[in-house]
T-cell receptor
Framework: AQSVTQPDIHITVSEGASLELRCNYSYGATPYLFWYVQSPGQGLQLLLKYFSGDTLVQGIKGFEAEFKRSQSSFNLRKPSVHWSDAAEYFCAVGGGYQKVTFGTGTKLQVIP | DADVTQTPRNRITKTGKRIMLECSQTKGHDRMYWYRQDPGLGLRLIYYSFDVKDINKGEISDGYSVSRQAQAKFSLSLESAIPNQTALYFC?????????????FGSGTQLSVL
C-alpha cells in the first residue's frame, strides 16, 4: 500500500529565511507526488506535482521540490519565506488504487 | 463563485442525530471525493465516486454513507453521529481517476458532534 510520511509536525522559520519541508513516500512503482497547501479556513491548493522527467519541479508561489528516488523523498523548498506562507503543507502520493494518499501535514509558522 | 461548494460551513449536532453534508461542483468533473481531516492525522478518504453509478469506500467509511445525486452533487451522511466524527470534512473533485490528477477542494465543513 502507498503511504506518505511527513516527519515534522510543526516548523518555525523567520521571514526571509529558507525553508525545507520533508516528505518520504512508500510506493512500489514510480510514484506521482504532490504538495498541497492549506491556508487557515481554506481548502487545499496544489503547489506542485511530479510525474516523471526532471526531478526538480517548480510550483506556484516560488516553491520547488526535488524527487530523489534513492531516498524515497520529495522535499519542498523555498529560498526565502514570506509571512503569507504560514499554512499547513501536505505531501501526497498517487497512482495506486486510483486515489491519492496524504501525509499528516506540517504546520509552518513564520516569525518576523 | 467557488468551483467546489460545500454546505454548511459549520455544523454543531448532537450524538445520535442524522446529518448530511452537501457538495456541489461546477468543474464538470466526473470524480468526486469526501475526505476527513483530523489534527495530526492528515486527510483520510471516506468515499469516492468515479461517476453517478460508481461509488467506492475509502479507508474510513464505517459510520458514513454517500449519495451521488448527479454528476455535480455528492452528499455525505452520518446516519447516527458520534463525538469521534467531529472533524473537518472536505469534498474534492478531479477530472480523472488514475491517481496522478490534481484535486480541487472545497473550503470544508467543520462538524462538531456533542
Amino acid at each position: 500500500a502507498q503511504s506518505v510520511t511527513q516527519p515534522d509536525i510543526h516548523i518555525t522559520v523567520s521571514e526571509g529565511a529558507s525553508l525545507e519541508l520533508r516528505c518520504n513516500y512508500s510506493y512500489g512503482a514510480t510514484p506521482y507526488l504532490f504538495w498541497y497547501v492549506q491556508s487557515p479556513g481554506q481548502g487545499l491548493q496544489l503547489l506542485l506535482k511530479y510525474f516523471s522527467g526532471d526531478t526538480l519541479v517548480q510550483g506556484i508561489k516560488g516553491f520547488e521540490a526535488e524527487f530523489k528516488r534513492s531516498q524515497s523523498s520529495f522535499n519542498l523548498r523555498k529560498p526565502s519565506v514570506h509571512w503569507s506562507d504560514a499554512a499547513e503543507y501536505f505531501c501526497a502520493v498517487g497512482g495506486g488504487y486510483q486515489k491519492v494518499t496524504f501525509g499528516t501535514g506540517t504546520k509552518l509558522q513564520v516569525i518576523p | 463563485d467557488a468551483d467546489v461548494t460545500q454546505t454548511p460551513r459549520n455544523r454543531i449536532t448532537k450524538t445520535g442525530k442524522r446529518i448530511m453534508l452537501e457538495c456541489s461542483q461546477t468543474k464538470g468533473h466526473d470524480r468526486m471525493y469526501w475526505y476527513r481531516q483530523d489534527p495530526g492525522l492528515g486527510l483520510r478518504l471516506i468515499y469516492y465516486s468515479f461517476d453517478v453509478k460508481d461509488i467506492n469506500k475509502g479507508e474510513i467509511s464505517d459510520g458514513y454513507s454517500v449519495s451521488r445525486q448527479a454528476q455535480a452533487k455528492f452528499s455525505l451522511s452520518l446516519e447516527s453521529a458520534i463525538p469521534n466524527q467531529t472533524a473537518l470534512y472536505f469534498c474534492a473533485t478531479s477530472d480523472a481517476g488514475t491517481g496522478r490528477e490534481k484535486l480541487f477542494f472545497g473550503s470544508g465543513t467543520q462538524l462538531s458532534v456533542l
